[in-house]
């Protein structure tokens, strides 16, 4: 059974970075992609960015393009988001993922295997 913990969250003024890390819990991953996502408070869990563990293809939400960078560590099992210009609307905790096999959309939580417990993001303004 895979574990993923994710690390980096913090508070932040707008405008600011942060950089996230999840670490899985075995280095050699057996999985089609990782990804990123955030829950706001009363809100639904929403897809952030992806990237995919075999040819390191990298896809991200309209919200974050641009702002965000998702990457890996094939060697140490570990994704990263980096996260600059941050807002106020990105607060949120934040969860890392991990899918065996793409079932034709990165989007849906349902098809991932594993799950972080989350860390949380404040952004200030």
């Known amino acids: 059974q895979v574990q993923l913990e994710e690390s980096g969250g913090g508070v932040v003024q707008a405008g600011g970075s942060l950089k996230l890390s999840c670490a899985a819990s075995?280095?050699?991953?057996?999985?089609?992609?990782m990804s990123w996502f955030r829950q706001a408070p009363e809100k639904e869990r929403e897809w952030i960015a992806s990237?995919?563990?075999?040819?390191?293809?990298?896809y991200y939400h309209p919200s974050v393009q641009g702002r965000f960078a998702i990457s890996r560590d094939n060697a140490e099992g570990t994704m990263y988001l980096q996260m600059n210009d941050l807002k106020p609307d990105d607060t949120a905790v934040y969860y890392c993922?991990?899918?065996?096999?793409?079932?034709?959309?990165?989007?849906?939580?349902?098809?991932?295997?594993?799950w972080g417990k989350g860390t949380q993001v404040t952004v200030s303004s």
């Open positions: 075995e280095a050699t991953l057996s999985v089609n992609h």
């Open positions: 990237i995919n563990w075999i040819d390191g293809g990298r």
């Open positions: 993922a991990a899918a065996k096999y793409y079932t034709g959309s990165y989007r849906r939580l349902h098809s991932y295997d594993y």
